[in-house]
């Protein structure tokens, strides 16, 4: 029963804050199957694969040192950071590589990078909630550490490894060699640095002062990271409201369907209301074809036929126009 509870309040919590990303994205969602995927690699293969690492390069550490109190801090200030953010950034960076054209926007990158290291930190809140909580202190420590895991710190690992994807979607979306060069090294290396910030102040942060210390901080990192949030889906609202005027004088969609596609509320409204009167489907892609059409009408001005922008939106205007009559506006 306590492997269980543990395993239940590791993974349902993480299932739930990886579903608000997912609703995050308002106006263009990511193929589920491929957060499903990520999500999953950050389960087994990033936290498996760094359980293994970190313990084999810390008894390294030790070996050399012969320093417990060394081993813990270069472990958790410098190694646990550089290879759990290589771990989950690999995730990231394969969807960059193979499923490029579903990644169109910095909120794309967030919403991947997030997911994977929700899944990382599933596993890892499990460990921690069984081994740290329930067999050194019994249900009390148990309860204790699924307080500290989820609630202080539920958002750390989405928090670090969102800077990977940033910067791999800023170069995704620019056309600047330095800038395609540039920007997937810094984001690397912020989610690196903000990982060790956190660890080497858990460190030396001890009792509940440090804990309500390191929680502050903590939260002052996810609040910034919030607020960038909210300005990346109202940009992308943005787009879909300059993108998508020329649809309108084109035929393709009503005016009552482009304010319903530039409104996150009044899509779940339109979405809500097609269900009770069998045109859910249509209605559900035509939306997402918007916002599929308007990303590639954005990457078209910026970075020209990369990789058949022009073919793609002809394709999806065609989509766009046959949907049009069956979706609720």
């Known amino acids: 029963m306590p492997f269980l509870t543990s395993v239940f309040f590791g993974f349902v919590p993480m299932f739930i804050f990886a579903y608000l990303l997912y609703w995050s994205d308002r106006y263009e969602k990511e193929p589920k199957v491929l957060l499903g995927a990520v999500f999953f690699w950050g389960a087994?293969?990033?936290?498996?694969?760094?359980?293994?690492?970190?313990?084999?390069?810390?008894?390294?550490?030790?070996?050399?040192?012969?320093?417990?109190?060394?081993?813990?801090l270069t472990t958790g200030s410098v190694i646990a950071p550089i290879v759990e953010e290589s771990l989950k950034g690999l995730a990231v960076l394969i969807v960059f590589l193979l499923f490029r054209r579903e990644f169109d926007s910095v909120l794309d990158g967030i919403v991947y990078a997030g997911i994977v290291a929700l899944g990382f930190a599933a596993t890892e809140n499990?460990?921690?909630?069984?081994?740290?909580?329930?067999?050194?202190?019994?249900?009390?420590?148990?309860?204790?550490?699924?307080?500290?895991?989820?609630?202080?710190?539920?958002?750390?690992?989405?928090?670090?490894?969102?800077?990977?994807?940033?910067?791999?979607?800023?170069?995704?979306?620019?056309?600047?060699?330095?800038?395609?060069?540039?920007?997937?090294?810094?984001?690397?290396?912020?989610?690196?640095?903000?990982?060790?910030?956190?660890?080497?102040?858990?460190?030396?942060?001890?009792?509940?002062?440090?804990?309500a210390v390191g929680t502050f901080i903590d939260w002052g990192g996810w609040f910034f990271m919030f607020i960038f949030l909210v300005w990346a889906v109202a940009r992308e609202r943005k787009l879909l409201k300059q993108h998508l005027r020329e649809e309108v004088s084109l035929g393709l969609m009503t005016a009552g369907q482009y304010r319903t596609a530039t409104s996150a509320w009044a899509q779940s409204f339109a979405r809500l209301t097609a269900i009770f009167n069998g045109r859910y489907r249509a209605t559900q892609r035509f939306y997402q074809v918007c916002g599929e059409l308007a990303h590639k009408k954005q990457q078209f001005a910026?970075?020209?036929?990369?990789?058949?922008?022009?073919?793609?939106?002809?394709?999806?205007?065609?989509?766009?126009?046959?949907?049009?009559?069956?979706?609720?506006?």
């Open 44 to 72: 087994l293969i990033a936290a498996g694969g760094a359980f293994i690492i970190n313990t084999v390069l810390g008894l390294g550490v030790y070996f050399f040192t012969g320093s417990e109190a060394a081993t813990d």
């Open 126 to 211: 499990t460990y921690y909630i069984y081994t740290y909580g329930f067999q050194e202190n019994g249900w009390g420590g148990l309860w204790f550490l699924v307080f500290v895991r989820v609630v202080l710190v539920g958002w750390q690992h989405p928090f670090y490894t969102a800077f990977t994807g940033i910067g791999l979607a800023v170069a995704r979306l620019s056309r600047s060699v330095f800038v395609k060069f540039i920007a997937p090294l810094l984001g690397f290396g912020l989610a690196i640095f903000t990982h060790s910030v956190h660890n080497t102040l858990a460190s030396f942060l001890k009792g509940l002062s440090g804990l």
């Open 302 to 329: 910026t970075l020209g036929d990369e990789q058949g922008n022009a073919a793609i939106i002809r394709k999806l205007r065609t989509e766009l126009g046959q949907l049009a009559p069956g979706a609720q506006a």
